[in-house]
């Protein structure tokens, strides 16, 4: 039985994602496939594709979303990125989820296998995290270390040669404990007399313990104190919020401060507190801290959920040391005396021989030519060697007066040739024996001979000198002239010859001397000095002088000066001179001279002094006319708001032209006292707005109209308003300001003050009527000035508000004062830090602090004099001024 395949569609949608399956599709499939497929199909048709279409279309329909699904997987973990991308998209909420113990213990050994790696690869990493956290406590511990060991030592030293040291270090022999112990026992006593608890963020009293006997003022007043001082010293340097002030100090009382994360323990001790204290006190400010640290960062001022800290802080009270008072060593003491005062007479004697040993070698060693290379005192004798020069003083002969025993002093010296000038000197003498018109001396360190000597002598000195030791001083023989006939006979030649090169108009060319005879060439002008006769008073034989000079004419301005004179012949109205090298000439003259003088100006050689005309004047009537019009014209250029732009003269007539301001000053006005005619001038003036700070104030005057309280005035170009005014004339000024720095011009309107409403008058008055008063040498105001400070806030505040509203902005100046009691600086200081402290107040009341301003006026501002009966008291105080912007 053959059966027929007969073709099957397939259906038209394809397999969905979704869960059900197209059973109408799958139920027609199965229905068809049973009636068409022959169990012997596969058998009898050899060559038939052994995968029926219809198959593969019921495995779509049956299993095609897990075929789809599993070839996404698939391919998802063949791709390593597309796989670590969906497992970090899902590892946070399943980290979430997971149980913590289990999480924890799946995590730990990767986590720190990695930390491991990291910290092997790169340490500095995990040194860079914790530096910030590790560093101030290491710090703090180490200073506190370094206090610890300074205190213990400064203690030891201090004791170390007294009779409680003694007795102390007897004591410490017979207890076996160390020498400092017993000294930091003893020494530092002490007794914790106040512990406060302090809200670190609102400065309120939590808890405050005081020991027996102990006085004290109240103790939330105290508390705010403190907190004004933290707050004041952290302003006032611009310190870290973090950072607090550790140590204060006030005689025999001390105040440490321990901060914690929520409240400071500040305790007043009174003696010497050993610096251990430091940690009992940060133990039990951190054990506070672990047992009520909810209540104390939630803390408002109720302590009923801190009863137990009261309990705590109350050991900190009971800490104390005590001195214990014992009968004095006697027999230890005469015991110590009598073994010191043999031994201290033994130790006096030797220091004595021995200070009057180093006195004698102290003396040696200052004594020029005398080395001490080695010196020692050993079993009662003295030993000493070195260098000696056979010129210094004998060391024996200077034992006398010096106490000490020669029979006991035992020396050897080698000579040596010390190169001390003196004795160079004095060998010198001796070798060269210098005539008597010779002097040898010492100048700065060297030999110098001076005088007259035969040229014999000066060779046998030139010959000494190259033979001195190097390193000694130089002998220097330069100032000895040599006697000798010729030689004196050139030194006159050369006197000579140098007073003729310093002659103006003569320049010498050549000089020299030949058997006995002189010879001089050069060049002379005919108005320089004869060289014959500067021959006289030289000792210079004219017979012997063989001169030959050529005539020149030199450029030497006084040579010039003189044919100029000559040649010009000058009216007595002109005087030439000598300027600078220039020959300057002045006065007046007909222009037919001038003319000349121009003409020989130009002639001069070139090199030569210049001739300068410029200031003599043409006194012909054109050139008078000329020179009047000229000062008429400087005249207008001078003036503001006159522009001259064309001015020139021609046939008699003067024409001007240019720009004129209506508001400068009239031209024809400023021809009278020129000596110009004004009928010979011809002016053109064309209108024109000046720039002028001058003209341009008259200008806004009349258009803005200031009110009375408005001063309109020039400074430096500038054009300033001063004063007070309404909002609206501000406007009008402020757009005028603009317009005119279009023109390059400023109107200056930063000093003007808008009109204070009354409202603000009245609060403003009443608040410098505010006065905060302090007792005599007190930087911190006493407990009856904090309702004034209160109130003082108050109105601060409501003051600074109500500006706002009003588009204004309140400043308060805060001004120090204080009596005359003490030094200048001190008065200005205290005054300075009284009203530090009340801005620190007033911040602390909730006053913007960026508005409050502070000086110290010292002394000199007084509300009253110094001699009235309530003068000091008024002036002890902090002013307050308000300033509107």
């Given at each position: 039985?053959?059966?027929?395949?007969?073709?099957?569609?397939?259906?038209?949608?394809?397999?969905?994602?979704?869960?059900?399956?197209?059973?109408?599709?799958?139920?027609?499939?199965?229905?068809?496939?049973?009636?068409?497929?022959?169990?012997?199909?596969?058998?009898?048709?050899?060559?038939?594709?052994?995968?029926?279409?219809?198959?593969?279309?019921?495995?779509?329909?049956?299993?095609?979303?897990?075929?789809?699904?599993?070839?996404?997987?698939?391919?998802?973990?063949?791709?390593?990125?597309?796989?670590?991308?969906?497992?970090?998209?899902?590892?946070?909420?399943?980290?979430?989820?997971?149980?913590?113990?289990?999480?924890?213990?799946?995590?730990?050994?990767?986590?720190?296998?990695?930390?491991?790696?990291?910290?092997?690869?790169?340490?500095?990493?995990?040194?860079?995290?914790?530096?910030?956290?590790?560093?101030?406590?290491?710090?703090?511990?180490?200073?506190?270390?370094?206090?610890?060991?300074?205190?213990?030592?400064?203690?030891?030293?201090?004791?170390?040669?007294?009779?409680?040291?003694?007795?102390?270090?007897?004591?410490?022999?017979?207890?076996?404990?160390?020498?400092?112990?017993?000294?930091?026992?003893?020494?530092?006593?002490?007794?914790?007399?106040?512990?406060?608890?302090?809200?670190?963020?609102?400065?309120?009293?939590?808890?405050?313990?005081?020991?027996?006997?102990?006085?004290?003022?109240?103790?939330?007043?105290?508390?705010?104190?403190?907190?004004?001082?933290?707050?004041?010293?952290?302003?006032?340097?611009?310190?870290?919020?973090?950072?607090?002030?550790?140590?204060?100090?006030?005689?025999?009382?001390?105040?440490?401060?321990?901060?914690?994360?929520?409240?400071?323990?500040?305790?007043?001790?009174?003696?010497?507190?050993?610096?251990?204290?430091?940690?009992?006190?940060?133990?039990?400010?951190?054990?506070?801290?672990?047992?009520?640290?909810?209540?104390?960062?939630?803390?408002?001022?109720?302590?009923?959920?801190?009863?137990?800290?009261?309990?705590?802080?109350?050991?900190?009270?009971?800490?104390?040391?005590?001195?214990?008072?014992?009968?004095?060593?006697?027999?230890?003491?005469?015991?110590?005396?009598?073994?010191?005062?043999?031994?201290?007479?033994?130790?006096?004697?030797?220091?004595?021989?021995?200070?009057?040993?180093?006195?004698?070698?102290?003396?040696?060693?200052?004594?020029?030519g005398i080395i001490v290379a080695e010196q020692k005192v050993r079993d009662?004798?003295?030993?000493?060697?070195?260098?000696?020069?056979?010129?210094?003083?004998?060391?024996?002969?200077?034992?006398?007066?010096?106490?000490?025993?020669?029979?006991?002093?035992?020396?050897?010296?080698?000579?040596?040739?010390?190169?001390?000038?003196?004795?160079?000197?004095?060998?010198?003498?001796?070798?060269?024996?210098?005539?008597?018109?010779?002097?040898?001396?010492?100048?700065?360190?060297?030999?110098?001979?001076?005088?007259?000597?035969?040229?014999?002598?000066?060779?046998?000195?030139?010959?000494?000198?190259?033979?001195?030791?190097?390193?000694?001083?130089?002998?220097?023989?330069?100032?000895?002239?040599?006697?000798?006939?010729?030689?004196?006979?050139?030194?006159?030649?050369?006197?000579?010859?140098?007073?003729?090169?310093?002659?103006?108009?003569?320049?010498?060319?050549?000089q020299k001397v030949h058997d006995g005879q002189f010879y001089i060439a050069?060049?002379?002008?005919?108005?320089?000095?004869?060289?014959?006769?500067?021959?006289?008073?030289?000792?210079?034989?004219?017979?012997?002088?063989?001169?030959?000079?050529?005539?020149?004419?030199?450029?030497?301005?006084?040579?010039?000066?003189?044919?100029?004179?000559?040649?010009?012949?000058?009216?007595?109205?002109?005087?030439?001179?000598?300027?600078?090298?220039?020959?300057?000439?002045?006065?007046?003259?007909?222009?037919?001279?001038?003319?000349?003088?121009?003409?020989?100006?130009?002639?001069?050689?070139?090199?030569?002094?210049?001739?300068?005309?410029?200031?003599?004047?043409?006194?012909?009537?054109?050139?008078?006319?000329?020179?009047?019009?000229?000062?008429?014209?400087?005249?207008?250029?001078?003036?503001?708001?006159?522009?001259?732009?064309?001015?020139?003269?021609?046939?008699?007539?003067?024409?001007?032209?240019?720009?004129?301001?209506?508001?400068?000053?009239?031209?024809?006005?400023?021809?009278?006292?020129?000596?110009?005619?004004?009928?010979?001038?011809?002016?053109?003036?064309?209108?024109?707005?000046?720039?002028?700070?001058?003209?341009?104030?008259?200008?806004?005057?009349?258009?803005?109209?200031?009110?009375?309280?408005?001063?309109?005035?020039?400074?430096?170009?500038?054009?300033?308003?001063?004063?007070?005014?309404?909002?609206?004339?501000?406007?009008?000024?402020?757009?005028?300001?603009?317009?005119?720095?279009?023109?390059?011009?400023?109107?200056?309107?930063?000093?003007?003050?808008?009109?204070?409403?009354?409202?603000?008058?009245?609060?403003?008055?009443?608040?410098?009527?505010?006065?905060?008063?302090?007792?005599?040498?007190?930087?911190?105001?006493?407990?009856?000035?904090?309702?004034?400070?209160?109130?003082?806030?108050?109105?601060?505040?409501?003051?600074?508000?109500?500006?706002?509203?009003?588009?204004?902005?309140?400043?308060?100046?805060?001004?120090?004062?204080?009596?005359?009691?003490?030094?200048?600086?001190?008065?200005?200081?205290?005054?300075?830090?009284?009203?530090?402290?009340?801005?620190?107040?007033?911040?602390?009341?909730?006053?913007?602090?960026?508005?409050?301003?502070?000086?110290?006026?010292?002394?000199?501002?007084?509300?009253?004099?110094?001699?009235?009966?309530?003068?000091?008291?008024?002036?002890?105080?902090?002013?307050?001024?308000?300033?509107?912007?």
């Amino acid at each position: 039985m053959t059966s027929t395949v007969d073709p099957i569609s397939l259906p038209q949608r394809a397999a969905s994602n979704d869960t059900e399956i197209d059973r109408e599709a799958l139920a027609n499939l199965l229905v068809e496939i049973a009636r068409n497929v022959d169990p012997d199909y596969r058998a009898r048709l050899d060559g038939v594709p052994t995968a029926d279409p219809r198959m593969e279309t019921l495995r779509q329909l049956l299993v095609g979303r897990e075929i789809s699904e599993l070839s996404r997987v698939t391919h998802l973990l063949d791709e390593p990125e597309q796989l670590a991308s969906a497992v970090g998209g899902v590892l946070p909420s399943a980290a979430a989820r997971a149980p913590h113990a289990q999480l924890g213990e799946a995590l730990a050994p990767a986590v720190e296998r990695a930390v491991q790696r990291s910290i092997q690869k790169s340490p500095r990493t995990l040194t860079d995290i914790l530096y910030p956290v590790f560093l101030p406590a290491i710090r703090k511990s180490i200073g506190e270390k370094i206090d610890q060991t300074f205190q213990s030592l400064n203690e030891t030293l201090r004791h170390i040669f007294t009779w409680h040291g003694l007795k102390w270090r007897l004591e410490a022999w017979r207890t076996g404990a160390s020498f400092s112990e017993v000294v930091l026992k003893h020494s530092l006593v002490y007794r914790v007399e106040h512990v406060f608890l302090i809200n670190r963020n609102s400065g309120l009293l939590i808890a405050h313990v005081t020991a027996d006997n102990a006085t004290s003022e109240d103790p939330q007043l105290i508390s705010s104190m403190l907190s004004a001082i933290q707050d004041f010293v952290k302003d006032s340097f611009n310190e870290k919020e973090q950072s607090g002030l550790d140590t204060i100090r006030f005689g025999e009382l001390r105040l440490w401060s321990e901060v914690g994360p929520f409240a400071t323990l500040v305790a007043v001790i009174r003696g010497n507190p050993p610096e251990e204290l430091h940690e009992i006190f940060r133990d039990l400010l951190l054990r506070i801290h672990d047992e009520c640290s909810q209540a104390l960062e939630q803390f408002d001022g109720d302590s009923s959920q801190l009863v137990g800290v009261e309990t705590l802080l109350q050991t900190c009270v009971e800490l104390k040391q005590e001195d214990s008072n014992q009968g004095f060593p006697w027999l230890v003491v005469a015991a110590v005396l009598l073994v010191l005062i043999p031994a201290g007479g033994w130790f006096l004697l030797s220091w004595q021989s021995g200070q009057r040993w180093q006195a004698y070698v102290s003396r040696l060693s200052t004594q020029p030519g005398i080395i001490v290379a080695e010196q020692k005192v050993r079993d009662g004798q003295f030993y000493i060697a070195g260098l000696r020069d056979p010129l210094a003083a004998d060391p024996q002969a200077l034992l006398s007066g010096t106490q000490v025993d020669p029979a006991r002093v035992h020396s050897q010296w080698q000579f040596y040739q010390s190169l001390e000038p003196e004795f160079v000197l004095k060998r010198l003498t001796a070798s060269l024996a210098p005539p008597d018109s010779v002097r040898l001396s010492i100048v700065n360190d060297r030999i110098v001979a001076e005088g007259e000597a035969p040229d014999t002598w000066i060779d046998r000195a030139r010959a000494a000198a190259r033979q001195l030791s190097a390193g000694g001083p130089v002998f220097d023989i330069s100032k000895v002239r040599d006697v000798s006939p010729e030689a004196r006979a050139a030194e006159h030649w050369q006197a000579y010859v140098s007073r003729l090169e310093v002659q103006p108009g003569i320049i010498v060319a050549e000089q020299k001397v030949h058997d006995g005879q002189f010879y001089i060439a050069g060049l002379r002008d005919p108005l320089a000095a004869d060289p014959q006769s500067l021959l006289s008073g030289t000792k210079v034989d004219p017979a012997r002088v063989h001169s030959q000079w050529q005539f020149y004419q030199s450029l030497d301005p006084k040579f010039v000066l003189k044919r100029l004179t000559a040649s010009l012949t000058p009216p007595k109205s002109v005087r030439l001179s000598i300027v600078e090298d220039r020959i300057v000439a002045e006065g007046e003259a007909p222009d037919t001279w001038i003319d000349r003088a121009r003409a020989a100006a130009r002639q001069l050689s070139a090199g030569g002094p210049v001739f300068d005309i410029s200031k003599v004047r043409d006194v012909s009537p054109e050139a008078r006319a000329a020179e009047h019009w000229q000062t008429y014209v400087s005249r207008l250029e001078a003036q503001p708001g006159i522009i001259v732009a064309q001015q020139r003269a021609r046939g008699g007539h003067f024409y001007i032209s240019g720009l004129r301001d209506p508001q400068a000053a009239d031209p024809q006005a400023l021809l009278s006292g020129t000596g110009v005619d004004p009928a010979r001038v011809h002016s053109q003036w064309q209108f024109y707005q000046s720039l002028d700070p001058k003209f341009v104030l008259k200008r806004l005057v009349a258009s803005l109209a200031p009110p009375k309280s408005v001063r309109l005035m020039t400074i430096q170009d500038r054009i300033v308003a001063v004063g007070e005014a309404p909002a609206a004339w501000i406007n009008r000024a402020r757009v005028a300001s603009q317009q005119l720095s279009a023109d390059g011009l400023s109107l200056d309107i930063s000093e003007l003050r808008e009109s204070t409403p009354q409202e603000l008058t009245h609060l403003r008055d009443a608040i410098q009527a505010v006065d905060i008063f302090f007792d005599s040498g007190k930087a911190v105001p006493g407990p009856e000035q904090l309702p004034v400070l209160d109130k003082l806030a108050n109105q601060l505040k409501e003051l600074a508000k109500d500006a706002r509203e009003a588009g204004v902005t309140a400043q308060f100046m805060l001004t120090g004062h204080s009596d005359a009691t003490g030094r200048e600086t001190a008065k200005v200081s205290i005054s300075a830090a009284r009203a530090e402290t009340v801005r620190a107040l007033l911040k602390k009341r909730g006053v913007d602090p960026e508005l409050l301003l502070v000086r110290g006026a010292g002394t000199f501002e007084p509300a009253e004099a110094e001699d009235s009966r309530t003068g000091s008291s008024a002036n002890r105080r902090v002013s307050v001024t308000v300033n509107f912007h």
